[in-house]
């Protein structure tokens, strides 16, 4: 991995998902929709470099 750690995919993962909940709980579309793309390139990130993410507990919504 050249200029991301593992650790700074995890936290962009972490950060996204946040971000997700707080736009689901605002209710705006737009937001929503922002946060779903944030979330899926992090995810791709992690993929692409072959970061293991931490497993959720269920209590999170994404």
Do not use: K, N, Q, Y
């Not at 791709?44 to 919504?61: K, Q």
């Amino acid at each position: 991995m050249s200029e991301m750690t593992a650790d700074a995919v995890r936290g962009r993962v972490a950060a996204a998902r946040a971000a997700l909940a707080e736009a689901v709980d605002s209710g705006e579309f737009g937001a929503i929709s922002e946060a779903l793309d944030a979330l899926e390139e992090s995810l791709g990130l992690a993929r692409l470099h072959g970061v293991e993410l931490p497993a959720t507990d269920g209590s999170e919504r994404t």
